[in-house]
């Protein structure tokens, strides 16, 4: 599958990224601070990240459940970013763009190299 390298590479760094931003805001708002909504949203955001974080490395390794746990990613992703980038801001607009966008990318690819399989 071309260019499978640089997108799995990319989904380990953002999935990285965005864990290291919701464990820090999970650790510092929520348990230090004693904060509900950054406790709830850090969580949902290290979930989130951790997912990509986990697609990255099956695409990596050329697992047969890339596809899926892709899927899984965007499913949680996208509900998880809209809630804490949009309807209640408490990530920045760049990570909630990637945080958007980047499983839906990784959604279409995966359906596009079924397609040629």
Do not use: H, N, W
Request: positive net charge; hydrophobic residues 55%; charged residues 10%.
């Amino acid at each position: 599958m071309r260019g499978r390298l640089p997108i799995a590479a990319l989904a380990i760094v953002i999935g990285a990224l965005e864990t290291a931003g919701g464990a820090q805001e999970l650790i510092f708002q929520g348990f230090l601070l004693s904060r509900t909504y950054p406790l709830v949203g850090g969580t949902l955001g290290t979930v989130a990240g951790t997912l990509l974080l986990s697609a990255g490395i099956a695409m990596l390794q050329s697992s047969i459940r890339a596809a899926d746990v892709a899927r899984v990613c965007v499913y949680v992703s996208v509900p998880v970013f809209i809630l804490i980038g949009i309807i209640r801001p408490l990530a920045g607009v760049g990570v909630t763009a990637v945080g958007i966008v980047f499983p839906l990318f990784l959604l279409v690819y995966f359906r596009k190299t079924a397609r040629e399989a």
